[in-house]
């Protein structure tokens, strides 16, 4: 019995150690074009096509087709339609944050939100409970910051795998940062409260990002300057992406990279665009 366990034990070692092996062996770090593709496919996907297509399950999308459609397609609207639209997605995403939340326990559901302050649909406030985006967001960040300080503390023979854990973790809250803020210009919310200065590059990175998606919240859906400030935001992401990789492969052994995976890989536990998901015309070249 005891022969049993020790050569079944050496076995399963044996399997980790090839997976490692062939990991090591085939990884290499995302190019700027890879990963600002990446950007732009999970912007659509988790800011209009899942919204739209997988989380709507009461018709809001159907008893308002012309509407959704022309968002989907990149019409702009006008300022009436852009309200209205924007309500109409906001009971979208309120009917599934339980959903939601089971994926990312970082979404931070808050109740009536600057009651006092003016909202981009022409009233006061986020009343109810809803996810603040912006809070939520921030959430992710941070605890994207805290998995790197994590990889850097990591000491002993558990060092290794406590690094690789951390690793999957930070591209996990890297992609649940722009999970939270693609939805962002399509829904009711009220300005940015203020931001402390950035203290590095990352955080201005962050800052960058989560300013020009607010900016886009506040114009026109798929106005010029809604897609201006968009393209802005999938800059700066894609800048923070860039950093967060090369953090990541300058700190992590060949065997640790290949077994956490790229920001692109099944260990991040992100979704993956669907191979056929629309791109609106302004962000195809973006």
């Known amino acids: 019995m005891v022969k049993r366990i020790v050569l079944g034990g050496g076995v399963i070692v044996a399997l980790l150690a090839l997976v490692a092996a062939a990991a090591t062996l085939t990884w290499r770090p995302m190019t700027p074009g890879e990963v600002r593709r990446r950007t732009v496919r999970l912007n659509e996907m988790a800011g209009i096509d899942t919204p739209h297509r997988t989380l709507d399950k009461h018709g809001v999308r159907q008893a308002n087709l012309a509407l959704f459609q022309a968002v989907e397609a990149g019409r702009p609207l006008s300022a009436a339609d852009s309200a209205r639209y924007r309500i109409l997605y906001q009971s979208i995403l309120k009917d599934r944050q339980g959903f939601l939340h089971a994926f990312d326990h970082e979404m931070t559901v808050e109740t009536d939100v600057g009651m006092a302050r003016p909202n981009n649909v022409g009233s006061l406030g986020i009343g109810g409970g809803h996810d603040h985006h912006d809070d939520s ?8 910051r805290a998995e790197l300080a ?14 690789t854990l951390a690793a999957t973790a930070a591209h996990k809250n890297l992609s649940d940062i722009i999970l939270h803020l693609a939805t962002a210009p399509q829904t009711k919310s009220v300005p940015p409260a203020p931001l402390a200065p950035p203290v590095d590059a990352m955080d201005a990175d962050y800052q960058g990002l989560f300013l020009a998606y607010k900016r886009a919240q506040f114009a026109r859906v798929n106005s010029p300057e809604y897609f ?4 802005i935001a999938l800059d700066r992401y894609s800048d923070l992406a860039l950093r967060v990789e090369a953090q990541l492969q300058s700190e992590l052994s060949p065997v640790e990279r290949g077994l956490a995976g790229r920001w692109d890989g099944w260990q991040s536990l992100t979704p993956p665009p669907s191979k056929s998901l629309a791109i609106r015309p302004e962000l195809i070249l973006a």
């Open 228 to 231: 201006a400030a968009l393209r």
């Open 137 to 144: 967001a921030m959430a992710n960040y941070r605890k994207l």
């Open 150 to 163: 994590a990889i850097r503390a990591a000491h002993g023979p558990l060092a290794p795998w406590r690094r």
